[in-house]
């Protein structure tokens, strides 16, 4: 089973400031990486597919890059809106889908 | 448009079998490429994928839980079961499905139904 690890576990930023968070995959994931957003109490949110691809009607401020091991989400400037948790997820191998253990970005 | 509901107990005493229903509309399972899947999210914790199928009813499930749960559809009610054996309080969670692509992430999810497993 492919393990994903997210860092850091909790990132503390304000509003406007760029937030970046990781994940690193156990073995290669290729591109087949995803990014969600969570708020509480609500399901999550596709943002990132296939480690750059925007879901329909994500802000441009979102955006993805990586290959391999090593991933990065990238939030260009915090809205209000955009403190939550944010999970990754691989799908190299369907009989295996996993999830990392998520990143909390909350206000300073 | 698409969406996703899911429905059953909120409440199983444990050594039971729960079991679950995703009811979908906006698309059909039988269209290839079309997949669902389910993922659980204990209360506080992460979320946490159990299983898969696709339009072709190929199965997948976690490696931890395989021997407990049982995924099937029906793809004439645009339904998609969840059986999950042996049930602990452990496995109190919200319980969500949501649709996947074979090529994308999982794009649409249901609101969850919280599972409480008690005596």
């Known amino acids: 089973e492919i393990v994903l690890t997210q860092s850091p576990a909790t990132l503390s930023l304000s509003p406007g400031e760029r937030a970046t968070l990781s994940c690193r995959a156990s073995?290669?994931?290729?591109?087949?990486l995803a990014w969600y957003q969570q708020k509480p109490g609500q399901a999550p949110r596709l943002l990132i597919y296939?480690?750059?691809n925007r879901a329909t009607g994500i802000p441009a401020r979102f955006s993805g890059s990586g290959s391999g091991t090593d991933f990065t989400l990238t939030i260009s400037s915090l809205e209000p809106e955009d403190f939550a948790v944010y999970y990754c997820?691989?799908?190299?191998?369907?009989?295996?889908?996993?999830f990392g253990g998520g990143t909390k970005v909350e206000i300073k | 448009q698409v969406t996703l509901r899911e429905s059953g107990p909120a409440l199983v005493k444990p050594t039971q079998t729960l079991t679950l229903t995703c009811t979908f509309s906006?698309?059909?399972?039988?269209?290839?490429?079309?997949?669902v899947s389910w993922i659980r999210q204990p209360p506080g914790k992460a979320l946490e994928w159990l299983a898969l199928?696709?339009?072709?009813?190929?199965?997948y499930y976690s490696t931890s839980l395989k021997t407990r749960l049982t995924i099937s559809k029906d793809t004439s009610k645009n339904q998609v079961v969840l059986t999950m054996t042996n049930m602990d309080p452990v496995d109190t969670a919200t319980y969500y499905c949501?649709?996947?692509?074979?090529?994308?992430?999982?794009?649409?999810w249901g609101q969850g139904t919280l599972v409480t497993v008690s005596s």
């Open positions: 949501a649709r996947i692509l074979l090529q994308g992430g999982l794009d649409y």
């Open positions: 199928i696709d339009w072709d009813d190929d199965k």
């Open positions: 997820q691989q799908r190299s191998n369907w009989s295996a889908l996993t």
């Open positions: 296939d480690a750059s």
């Open positions: 906006g698309f059909s399972l039988s269209t290839s490429g079309m997949c």
């Open positions: 073995q290669s994931v290729s591109s087949y």
